[in-house]
């Protein structure tokens, strides 16, 4: 069982940063696929970003250039760095992980970029 705890959301203006952390437990976090989704109210949750156990990436159109995302394997945390924020980022963002073929999720982070 993996538990995924996500913080660093909250209400910025469009342009502005933020930061998402996600620390999840298990003593394998380094061979974890690990992502960022986001989900508006009415629509599918979208793939924001995903981090492969050996660092390779992979972003949504709509981020690249401006998302990034990373991890740390000594603090079990990934993290997704979020810049020049625009109103449609705005949705509430979930960290996954994918552990011997299972799908963890936390329990959601709401970001709100406001024009």
């Known amino acids: 069982q993996v538990q995924l705890v996500e913080s660093g959301g909250g209400l910025v203006q469009a342009g502005g940063s933020l930061r998402l952390s996600c620390t999840a437990s298990g003593s394998i976090f380094s061979m974890y696929r690990m992502g960022w989704y986001r989900q508006v109210l009415g629509k599918q949750r979208e793939l924001v970003a995903v981090?492969?156990?050996?660092?390779?990436?992979n972003y949504a159109d709509s981020v690249k250039g401006r998302f990034t995302i990373s991890r740390d394997n000594g603090k079990n945390t990934v993290y997704l760095q979020m810049n020049d924020l625009k109103p449609e980022d705005t949705g509430v963002y979930y960290c996954k992980a994918v552990a011997a073929l299972r799908d963890y999720w936390g329990q959601g982070t709401q970001v709100t970029v406001s024009s």
């Open positions: 981090i492969a156990s050996g660092g390779s990436t």
